[in-house]
C-alpha cells in the first residue's frame, strides 16, 4: 500500500493558496491510498473535519488525520470548550485520536500528543519560567488559548499512556504512529537563536519517540515545528513533513510564493 503524508497545512492562514485542492492533485499524482495529515489544519474544528471530509469525498484516497495544537484552539471561547472540541475529534471517523485503524494490514496510532517542557534548556531555563510560557515579551499561543496548558506535564502524561495503551493492544503489527508533537530532540529548532531554547519546551517530548522505539513502531509522522526533517534511529523512521505557513516560504529563494514547490518538497509518499 502506498501513503502519504504531510503536516501544517494551516488554510487559514494560508488562505490564498489553494492548499487542499493543490494538495489533492499532488497525491493523486503520487498514486497513494491514503492521506496522513499530522495536524495543524485549521483553528476552527468544524472547519478541519469538513474540509478532511470534502478532500476524502473528492479524491480516490482515503484521509486519516490528527489535530494539532492550532486545531485545538476555539473558534468561539464561550460556545466551544476544549473538551467538547477535543471529543468531537474523537468522534469523526478519520481523525486518528482515541482510536487505533487497520487498513490492509498496517495499524495507525495517532494522537495530538503534547509537551513535558523536555526539549527546552534546563540549564538555562527554570520549571517555573516554562510554566509561564513567555519569554522575552512572547507568549506561546496556546497558553492563552488552550486549558491544558494549565498542567502541560500531565496532559502529556495522559497523551503517553493513550498512545501506549494502544500500542500494547496492537502488538506484533506493524505500525504506524501519528502525533502532531515532535517525539525526537533532533527535530526541535537547533539554531544559535537563544529563544529557541526556551520555545522549544513545547514541541513535544522525547518520550513520544522512546516509546514508540519500544514498541517497535516502524514509521513516524510528526508535524508543529515547520521545519522539514527525516531521522532513522533504533529502528524507527520518523519523519516530519511540514508545509508551514507562506511567510516562512522564503528561505527557499525563488520559490517564495510558490505552493506546488513546497507542497511536492514536504509530501512524503511510502510504500509499506
Ligand atoms: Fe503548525
Ligand atoms: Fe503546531
Known sequence: MRIAAIS?????????????????????????????????ISEDFRIVKDKMRALEDSSS???LYVPGNHDLWSPEPSKFKIDYIYSSFKDDERCLSGKSVTLDGVTFIGDVGWYDYSFGNHERFSDEMFEKMTYSGRTWQDALKNPWTRDNRRKCQAQLESLEEKLEKEKGKKIITVTHMLPIRDFTVLDARPEWEYFNAFLGSSRFGELFEK?????????????RKEVERNGVSYICPCLGYYSEWSFAKGHERDLAYHLRSSLRCFEI
Not at 494560508?14 to 497513494?32: I, M, T
Not at 514498541?215 to 521545519?227: A, C, N, P, Q
Request: no cysteine.
Open 8 to 40: 501544517d497545512l494551516h488554510i487559514d492562514i494560508n488562505r490564498d493558496y489553494p492548499v487542499l485542492e493543490s494538495l489533492r492533485d499532488e497525491v493523486e499524482r503520487s498514486g497513494a491510498s491514503y492521506l496522513i495529515v499530522a495536524g495543524d
Open 61 to 63: 484516497f482515503s484521509v
Open 215 to 227: 514498541h517497535g513502531v516502524s514509521l513516524s509522522i510528526s508535524g508543529h515545528v515547520h521545519y
